[in-house]
């Protein structure tokens, strides 16, 4: 079955930022892969592939190729014989953490029984990404950290009021 979104060579179906963003990332299971990316420190396939949402073989496969495709992951060989990769994530898919954060805030407001990260698990996951960004600004290679970092801490209580009832037109 062919995949719905296109490739990072066909062209737009539309010059809308959100349409164009949903093409990539905008099914069931895309952002979860960012998720474990970003957030648990996951980068080989198996790893990604023991996730809680029991994302199939097929379909992880094909999100990652379309992840690398559009530049938000790159594939990275850590062993030759028999040839094996992981999966790092590219200053575009780090630019994703917000995204994420944001997410996280709409569901810890809206969505009973959701699990918010401890402020620590955000704040060693931003470490991180400072570190990965200072080693790619100086030229050398990211290493991964055992120990992922994460997003600053994210509001679990609703906005004060009038906070957040701004213009919503984009």
Not at 7 to 18: D, N, W, Y
Not at 79 to 105: H, M, N, S
Not at 127 to 142: F, I, S, T
Not at 149 to 167: F, N, Q
Request: proline share 14%.
């Amino acid at each position: 079955m062919a995949s719905s979104a296109p490739s990072a060579r066909e062209l737009p179906r539309s010059a809308c930022p959100i349409a164009n963003a949903l093409d990539l990332l905008g099914d069931r299971w895309t952002l979860l892969v960012i998720r474990d990316l970003i957030f648990v420190g996951k980068r080989r396939f198996g790893e990604l592939l023991s996730s809680p949402e029991g994302i199939p073989t097929n379909i992880l496969s094909d999100r990652l190729r379309r992840l690398e495709e559009g530049g938000v992951v790159e594939k990275v060989p850590y062993q030759l014989r028999p040839a094996r990769y992981e999966y790092q994530l590219t200053a575009k898919g780090r630019d994703l953490l917000p995204v994420l954060r944001a997410l996280i805030a709409w569901a810890a407001r809206h969505l009973p029984g959701v699990a918010i990260p401890p402020p620590e698990v955000l704040e060693r996951f931003e470490e991180n990404l400072r570190r990965l960004a200072a080693a790619e600004g100086e030229g050398g290679a990211p290493t991964p950290n055992p120990h992922p970092p994460a997003p600053s801490p994210v509001p679990t209580h609703p906005p004060a009021p009038g906070e957040g009832e701004k213009d919503s037109r984009i």
